[in-house]
């Protein structure tokens, strides 16, 4: 058995050297590809002044900060917590809702099998890129200007900032169809009308809403956010309570928020297992 073993790897040294010792110019390429990995960390924890003693003392007031969270407690703002919970719950909701309404002829005008001219397909998918490079805080931040503070500010953030998101994603599921149900169609004398509505939307349908509760989730921790620059929320109140160093409170919104994150996680995970 030794023996034969032996010699099956006699033979794979043989006929794959490349498995047992690569060439010296691909270790020494791997070899500096790590030595610029590891100059480019250094220079980056240099550039930040990331120093051991600069790290100790943060521990050690982190560890101030979560003595001083214990026990977590909601004082007399209970109600006034769970008030602003819904508030972000009813953003992120109205602000992905928004989104996909919007997005949805978005994704059919960008997708190439739908619109196949390829100056209009290219103008629109750049138009999408260019937009998603915009942060939704910095979008927080445009419309508090804008409209003032509050949840309206948070939805049309929310809102913009996913459209182009969603416009991509829908546009590339589009392009990812299966043609026997369209050539189907087709054949049956339906116009590209009928081709959109029985052929390709019932394809895309389950993918697209996944994308939605998905990012339902994640905006909802992206409306907490909002919420501290002032588009309302239990943001706000966290904010507020970090504020005024009060800390108990402030990690008893914190649990609030994930419990409620977890909920959403589990109820959209079931969802999407459904769907698709």
């Known amino acids: 058995m030794n023996a034969t ?3 099956d790897i006699a033979r794979l040294r043989r006929t794959n050297p490349q498995i047992f010792s690569s060439p010296l110019h691909e270790r020494l390429r791997t070899w500096g590809l790590w030595l610029v990995f590891l100059a480019v960390l250094a220079f980056g ?8 003693m600069r790290i100790a003392n943060g521990l050690n007031k982190l560890g101030l900060l979560v003595t001083l969270m214990i026990p977590p407690w909601p004082g007399d703002g209970l109600w006034d917590y769970i008030y602003a919970m819904f508030e972000t719950l009813a953003m992120a909701f109205l602000g992905t809702l928004i989104a996909f309404v919007v997005a949805l002829p978005l994704g059919f005008l960008g997708a190439k099998n739908i619109v196949p001219n390829w100056l209009f397909h290219f103008g629109l998918r750049r138009f999408f890129d260019a937009f998603r490079g915009i942060d939704g805080l910095v979008w927080a931040l445009i419309f508090v200007s804008a409209v003032g503070l509050g949840p309206f500010a948070g939805v049309l953030a929310i809102a913009v900032g996913d459209v182009m998101v969603f416009g991509k994603l829908f546009a590339e599921a589009i392009e990812n169809v299966d043609n026997k149900p369209v050539d189907g169609v087709r054949a ?9 509505r029985l052929g390709v939307f019932p394809q895309v349908f389950p993918v697209m809403m996944s994308h939605v509760l998905y990012f339902f989730e994640s905006n909802v921790r992206s409306a907490t956010i909002l919420g501290i620059v002032g588009a309302g929320g239990i943001g706000l109140q966290l904010s507020d309570r970090i504020r005024i160093n009060n800390w108990q409170e402030a990690a008893f919104i914190i649990l609030m928020i994930l419990v409620t994150v977890a909920i959403i996680d589990a109820i959209s995970r079931r969802i999407r297992a459904r769907l698709i």
């Open 188 to 196: 049956s004398g339906g116009d590209n009308i009928h081709v959109v």
């Open 5 to 7: 073993l032996t010699a």
């Open 45 to 52: 924890l240099w550039w930040i002044d990331a120093s051991p």
